[in-house]
């Protein structure tokens, strides 16, 4: 996803909640606002909700946060909260139904996508689809399913402690091809560029900012040939993953989708409208 950094010295306000307006009280000294709030937590009860740059439907969705993620809350007005992601620090406008009362969550979903069901049975009726990297709170297990802390079952395979990693980020990218592109998408049913890195690097413990330029500042270390799997590949507002040295993984709006292609065509495909690679970044 692109830079949308603010020019100005003030801090960046998509990481940081200041308005006009108002802000956080822990940003008082750093900005002048005619208001402060300390803010409190809760938690996403839908499967997946938008993240708005502006308190309406048809305002761009800048990311998601999934079930289970925490939001703390700055405001709230009608039907909108505005708040700022606890995973990822990012700051918006949400809906105030899809976040309830704030618990704290034991597993995380694995599976590139999982049904919670009304009971322990796959032929139950299903409430919910939720992606991975969504947090549940499990109880107790029945069967092959884990019952949930609100009375519902997800299937136990496809979750895991929040405390176990996967191994390889590379691999639990590679889970995502065919998957549509979507901006500011951070679920199985569509997601962009930088969401791809950031949910499979922390899908294996690693914090990682929502916006590629945010990456790119922060990731790993530069380097240079010899490339290799793992290697992050940025342009100006655009991210991709080598597979190898020859093979570039990316969520990408030519394809509407994740695909697995020939790194150095699309390295001149990429180039015609972003211009070179800035920068190679390399996770250790």
């Avoid at 399913?145 to 191994?167: M, P, V, W």
């Amino acid at each position: 996803m692109a830079d949308r950094s603010d020019a100005r010295s003030k801090p960046d306000p998509r990481v940081n909640p200041w308005r006009d307006d108002l802000a956080a009280e822990h940003l008082r000294g750093e900005i002048d606002a005619p208001a402060y709030a300390r803010g409190h937590d809760r938690a996403v009860v839908a499967p997946v909700t938008a993240l708005r740059r502006a308190p309406a439907h048809g305002a761009m969705m800048d990311t998601q946060l999934l079930l289970g993620e925490k939001f703390r809350v700055y405001e709230e007005r009608g039907p909108w909260v505005w708040g700022q992601a606890q995973s990822d620090d990012y700051v918006g406008y949400m809906l105030a139904d899809d976040l309830g009362v704030d618990i704290m969550t034991t597993h995380r979903v694995t599976a590139l996508r999982s049904f919670i069901y009304t009971d322990p049975d796959i032929k139950s009726r299903p409430l919910m689809a939720v992606s991975m990297g969504a947090h549940v709170r499990v109880t107790g297990v029945e069967g092959a399913f884990a019952a949930l802390a609100d009375g519902s079952y997800i299937f136990a395979d496809h979750i895991d402690a929040e405390s176990t990693q996967a191994q390889d980020f590379v691999r639990v990218a590679e889970s995502f091809i065919g998957v549509p592109y979507l901006w500011g998408g951070r679920e199985s049913l569509g997601l962009d560029c930088s969401a791809l890195v950031q949910i499979a690097l922390s899908m294996c413990g690693h914090a990682c900012p929502r916006d590629s330029d945010m990456q790119e500042a922060v990731l790993g270390v530069p380097v240079s040939d010899p490339l290799q799997r793992g290697d992050l590949v940025f342009w100006k507002g655009h991210v991709g993953i080598l597979q190898d040295a020859d093979t570039l993984l990316h969520a990408n709006a030519t394809h509407m989708r994740v695909v697995s292609e020939a790194f150095a065509p699309a390295v001149k495909r990429i180039g015609a409208a972003a211009g070179e690679i800035s920068q190679i970044r390399r996770i250790v």
